[in-house]
């Protein structure tokens, strides 16, 4: 029987820096759907990859002294080991720098071209720098880029527009017809009333202010804006060709079951992604499910938002089953899900150490100490069994049905419930007593299966979750191979088989001051206390002691940040034929470039002192306003050197 195709996808995570434990819950969460998908019988395809194109990255690149490429290459590698490093097992890895996806890109945009949709304009808008995009003055939040909340300047430039607006009945029509399309429900209300009734405004999918893209190779002076050259990842990583000469994947996995994406690129995921797909005349994803976030503490994990727990740390505290099982466990279906070390560590120590843990050291030791860890002939179970065995058995249905909707939290509760159900059934059952009496041996036995056919049942359970965690399990059973299917068979561990002879433990207890203390030696070393320039000036001078004073003009002829204090600016100051080297704290507001140049005001004779130790000779005036904002006095037509009086 041939299986039946499905096709899972991630957003591209952008390459404009190590991504944040956001990003890769989204990697982890489509690993374990895979897996489960997989598991249950799914001819699966897993794609994700790399945003590698835009300015930011161009800039990131020039900041770094590097070329664009060798500043992708680095942080792709960088994303593919984080990636790796959660045990996440996907089949494709797409790079949109890949030589392959930028023809098809090309090839796409021209045929787009071609045929009406895309024109050439131009463009005119409140332009956000780190988000690479255009608003108009009603998107604005209070002045700010709605997106990240940063200061956004006018800006025009000539762009290919692509005609949103001729397929948007078409579009509204799909999601109508489809309730399954946008997940969950919530976020199709906010598609459909936030932007589809208001009207789509056209797209601008080019840009000429900037060369780090994928070119349009009828018009060299633009390249492709992120819509087309992301979104159309997920057909060109298939072998998607605009002539039709697909290739083999594309023709098997295309429409994909479900994109899985943060809700911050719901509204690129399911309107724009949508009409070109409609334009090109592609079938279109069966779903688009826009995640929500996991919060660390108070602080949202985004890219728009700097924020500093990585996936990597994480791992060094918890293990990766341990990152594995928060993320997937403790993320809620529609809300944001928040997490502290504290309620990291509490539940770990609940769910795998307690629960799941408790349930195979106290079962494997009472099998060794009655019957050697081999399994005997046993008596039917009883009435006393049956609400456990039902419970186990109806465990494959329940996780089935809720992975259908991606609820994949329920499904570990799920889990989690019958190990749980597992503990309370050797309380209910005292197998000590029953050992006592060697007459019931058959019984004690059959007590001991139903336990030991639980814990494999919930092992076999965790697998597409906390791979490593189902191995261990299944190695204190020694029997690794078992199946999903046996998921409902409560007879598979039969009389003469042998568990491990030793005990593994699948996850050790917690310490959460210990933790805390590896979770804060990982934090970035607060700066230290840094000595602000000072000069005392007595409040009452006489015009004497202004007349030591010594001020000058002075030409800023060099300027770097001071090497052990990132708050210090050192300035090369050139007074006329003498240049005085000068520590000022003004590097929060100022960069080295904005006072090369300058000819500010300059006290020449202080006596020298050295800041953090860099010597200073001398001091730059500044006024701070009432917001803390700082302000050079600057000249622009007196001569360096001339004295101020
Ligand atoms: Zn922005």
Redesign the pocket.
Known sequence: MTKTPYYITTAIAYTSGKPHIGNVYEIVLADAIARFKKEEGYDVYFQTGTDEHGQKIEEKALAANQTPQAFVDSVAAQIKSLFDGMNVKYDYFIRTTDQDHEKRVQKIFKKLYDQGDIYKSEYEGWY??????FYTDSQLTDG???????D?HKAKEESYFFKLSKYQDRLMKHIEDHPNFIQPPSRKNEMVNNFLKPGLQDLAVSRTSFKWGIPVDFDDKHVVYVWIDALSNYITGLGYDVDGNHGDLYKKYWPADVHLIGKDILRFHTLYWPIMLMALDCPLPKQVFGHPWLLVGDGKMSK?KGNTIYSDDMVKLFGVDGVRYIMLREMPFANDGSITIPSMVERINTDIVNIVGNLANRTWNMSMKYFNGVIEASDAPTQEDQELIDLAISLKHDMISSMSELKVAESIEAIITLAKRANKYIDETLPWNIAKDEAQRARLSRVIKNLLETIRIVAVALRSFVPETSDKLLSILNHPESSFESLTDFDVLKPGHRLNNENIIIMPRLVLEDVMKAYEAQLPKEEKKEEEPVVEVDPEATIDDFKKMVFKVGEVLDCKVHPDANKLLVSQIDVGGKVHQVVSGIAAQFKPEDLIGKKVMLVTNLKPVKLRGVLSEGMILVATNREGKQEIVTFTSSEKGSKIS
């Open positions: 956000c720098t780190p988000c690479e995009s700010k880029c709605p997106d990240c909340g940063r956004v728009s």
